[in-house]
C-alpha cells in the first residue's frame, strides 16, 4: 500500500513563510510524479503544482497563482516532498495534500496538513 | 481557466442511480481522455474511483462508471447505497503549464 504523510501546516502570518513536507518512499519518487492539491476550507479542489521523476528531469511546474512564491523540492536521502511557501497570502489557506500522479491520474493521497494564513 | 462545472448536488434513493454531470472546454475536457472522478467523504482525503475517463481502479466498485461526450464529462453510480454519500469532483489534464490540472467544483450527493 502506498503512503504519503503530510506534516508542517501551521497558523502563519500573511508575507510569512512555511514549509509542509510529505513523507513517501523511494519507490514512489522513481515511478510517480509528486504533486501538491489544496482545499480551502469549505470549498473544492486545486491543483498547486508538481515535481516530475528524475527519469522525466525532475523539474517542477506550479500553477499561476502560486507561481514565483511556492517550491517543490526533492529529498532523496529521506525520500521526502517538501513544499516551500513564501509570501503567503490569505487565500493560501487550505488542506494541502500530497498525490502521486501517473498519466494524468491523482491515484494515491496523503490524509493533509492544514496550514492557515491569518493575522 | 476556471474550474470544471458540476451540479452543487445530487440525490437519489438508495438502489436509484445517479448521474453527475462535469462541463468543460475544448481546452481540456474535449481535448484529453486524462478525466478522472474522486469521492471525498467529510474530513477524508479524496479517493480514485474513475480514471480515464471510464476506467476503475482495483478496489473500485462496479457500481460507479464514467463516460465523456464532447466537452462533458459524467459519473454514474447505479445501486446508490448510504456509503456513497459524500462530495465528488471531476478532473481534467489541460496541458496548460499555468494550471496544468483543472478541477470540478464539486458535487455533493445524497442518499435519501
Known amino acids: 500500500e502506498v503512503h504519503l504523510v503530510e506534516s508542517g501546516g501551521t497558523l502563519v502570518k500573511p508575507g510569512g513563510s512555511l514549509r509542509v513536507s510529505c513523507a513517501t518512499s523511494t519507490f514512489l519518487f522513481s515511478n510517480f510524479y509528486i504533486n501538491w492539491v489544496r482545499q480551502a476550507p469549505g470549498k473544492g479542489l486545486e491543483w498547486v503544482g508538481l515535481?516530475?521523476?528524475?527519469?522525466?528531469?525532475?523539474?517542477?511546474e506550479y500553477a499561476a497563482p502560486v507561481k514565483g512564491r511556492f517550491t517543490i523540492s526533492r529529498d532523496f536521502s529521506k525520500d521526502t516532498v517538501y513544499l516551500d511557501m513564501s509570501n503567503v497570502k490569505t487565500e493560501d489557506t487550505a488542506v494541502y495534500y500530497c498525490v502521486t500522479e501517473k498519466s494524468g491520474t491523482f491515484d494515491n493521497w496523503g490524509q493533509g496538513t492544514l496550514v492557515t494564513v491569518s493575522s | 481557466q476556471s474550474a470544471l462545472t458540476q451540479p452543487a448536488s445530487v440525490s437519489g434513493s438508495a438502489g436509484q442511480s445517479i448521474t453527475i454531470s462535469c462541463s468543460g472546454t475544448t481546452g481540456d475536457v474535449g481535448r484529453y481522455n486524462y478525466v478522472s472522478w474522486y469521492q471525498q467523504h467529510p474530513g477524508k482525503a479524496p479517493r480514485l474511483i474513475i480514471y480515464?475517463?471510464?476506467n476503475r481502479p482495483s478496489g473500485v466498485s462496479s457500481r460507479f462508471s464514467g463516460t465523456k461526450s464532447g466537452n462533458a464529462a459524467s459519473l454514474t453510480i447505479t445501486g446508490l447505497q448510504a456509503e456513497d454519500e459524500a462530495d465528488y469532483y471531476c478532473s481534467s489534464y489541460t496541458g496548460d503549464i499555468t494550471r496544468l490540472y483543472v478541477f470540478g467544483t464539486g458535487t455533493q450527493v445524497a442518499v435519501l
Open positions: 480515464d475517463v471510464n
Open positions: 515535481v516530475k521523476t528524475t527519469f522525466h528531469g525532475g523539474t517542477t
